[in-house]
C-alpha cells in the first residue's frame, strides 16, 4: 500500500489495520461512557455503530450514555433544549431489543433556579434510564490547539449557584460527572469537598492534555497530575471513570499515525495513568470506560478492551470485577440482567 492509498486515522479501514482477537471473552462488561449522535450531526455515531464496535469480541452487558449534545431541540427555549438529547437516547435504548444502554447522564445549567423542575423533566423523558447531569467544567486556555475544546465559563466550579446545583444533585440520589483539563483539578478538588453527599464522577483522568503549549510540559504536568489525583481520592464521594486518555488533545499522536497502536502499544504507553489512579482510588471506586466514539479516533474498540484487560490482569478476580463491571453498576444503579 502506497502512502497516497493508505486509510484516514480514525475511519474503519484504518481501523481495520490492527485487529485483535479479544482477551478473556466472557468477562462481562459495562461501558459506562460512551456518546450518540443522529444521523447527520456530530461524529456519525449510532446505536448501531456503538453495537458494530461490541461485535469485536468483548462481552459488553450494558453501557451508559454521557451527554455530548446530541439532537438538541433548536425550536424549544435554551434551557430547554437539551431535554431533546434525552428523549433521542430514551427512544434509542427502547427500540433495542437488547436493553443495551442502561443509563443516560444527560444535562442540563445546575446554576438555573428552576433547576429542580429541570431535572424532574429529564426523569419523565429518560425515565428509569436517567441517572445523573454533566455538566462539565472543562475550559480550554489554548483552544486554538485542541480537537474538542471545552468552553465552560471561567470559576465556574466556585459559582455559589453551581455549587448549589452539585449539592441538589445528590438530594436527589443522582450523580455529577464532569470533564475538565489537568489544570481545573484542583478546581474540582473544592468542588468535591463542598457538596460531600453528591457522587462525583471524574471522566477521563482530568484530561491531561498534550498539545500546543502542554507538549513539551509532559513530565511537570504528569507529576503536578499525580498529586492531584491522589488528594481528590481522598474525597469518598468521587469516583474514577478510566479512559477518555486516547483522545486527540491528550497528545499520544496516535490519531495521526499510519496505523492505530495494538493493544501492547497502548500498555506501555499509558499504563501508569491508571495504575496511578487505581492506587489512589482503589478498584471499588473505578470504572473503565472507552470514551468512544472520541477514542476511536485512535484505537479500535476491541484493542482498547484487550488493553485495559492487560492492565487489570495482576488485580485480583473480584478487584476486576469491580473495575469492569460491579463499580459502574453501582454508581449509575443499573440493572445487571444481562450478565
Known amino acids: 500500500m502506497t502512502p497516497t492509498e493508505r486509510p484516514a ?37 449510532g446505536l448501531s455503530d456503538l453495537q458494530a464496535d461490541i461485535a469485536s469480541g468483548h ?25 431533546g438529547e434525552t428523549e433521542f437516547v430514551s427512544a434509542q435504548a427502547a427500540g433495542d431489543p437488547t436493553r443495551l444502554i442502561g443509563g ?30 454533566r455538566h462539565a467544567l472543562a475550559r480550554a486556555d489554548h483552544p486554538e490547539v485542541m480537537r474538542i475544546p471545552g468552553h465552560a465559563p471561567r470559576d465556574l466550579a466556585d459559582d455559589p449557584a453551581f455549587v448549589r446545583g452539585v449539592v441538589r444533585l ?24 463542598a457538596a460531600p453527599q453528591t457522587t462525583m464522577v471524574l471522566d477521563h483522568f482530568g484530561t491531561p492534555i498534550g498539545v500546543g503549549p502542554y507538549a513539551a510540559r509532559r513530565d511537570e504536568i ?29 497528545g499520544f499522536g496516535w490519531d495521526t499515525a499510519q496505523r492505530p ?15 496511578h489512579t487505581i492506587d489512589c482510588f482503589g478498584p471499588d471506586r473505578c470504572m473503565f470506560e472507552s470514551n468512544f466514539p472520541v477514542d476511536r479516533w485512535s484505537l479500535s474498540y476491541g484493542v482498547l478492551w484487550n488493553g485495559l484487560k492487560k492492565i487489570a490482569a495482576g488485580f485480583s478476580e473480584a478487584e476486576q470485577q469491580a473495575l469492569f463491571h460491579d463499580t459502574a453498576a453501582r454508581v449509575y444503579r443499573l440493572p445487571v440482567d444481562r450478565q
Open 59 to 83: 462481552r459488553v452487558v450494558r453501557t451508559v450514555f454521557v451527554e455530548c449534545g446530541a439532537a438538541y431541540d433548536r425550536s424549544a427555549p435554551e434551557h430547554l433544549q437539551s431535554l
Open 104 to 133: 443516560i447522564v444527560a444535562s442540563t445549567d445546575l446554576r438555573r433556579p428552576d433547576l429542580d423542575d429541570q431535572l424532574d423533566l429529564h426523569a419523565e423523558a429518560g425515565g428509569e434510564l436517567f441517572k445523573g447531569i
Open 222 to 250: 504528569r507529576a503536578q497530575w499525580r498529586a492531584d489525583i491522589a488528594e481528590i481520592a481522598t474525597c469518598p464521594n468521587v469516583v474514577a471513570k478510566l479512559g477518555g486518555l486516547a483522545m486527540p488533545d491528550n
Open 9 to 45: 486515522p480514525g475511519t474503519q479501514p484504518w481501523l481495520d489495520l490492527v485487529v485483535e482477537a479479544a482477551i478473556d471473552p466472557q468477562r462481562p462488561i459495562i461501558d459506562p461512557h460512551h456518546h450518540l449522535w443522529p444521523a447527520g450531526q456530530g461524529l456519525r455515531y
Open 170 to 193: 445528590g438530594d436527589r440520589g443522582l450523580t455529577y460527572d464532569t470533564w475538565h483539563y489537568h489544570y481545573q483539578n484542583r478546581d474540582f478538588l473544592g468542588l468535591a469537598r
Open 261 to 275: 497502536p495494538t493493544s501492547d502499544e497502548f500498555v506501555e504507553v499509558q499504563r501508569e495513568w491508571y495504575l
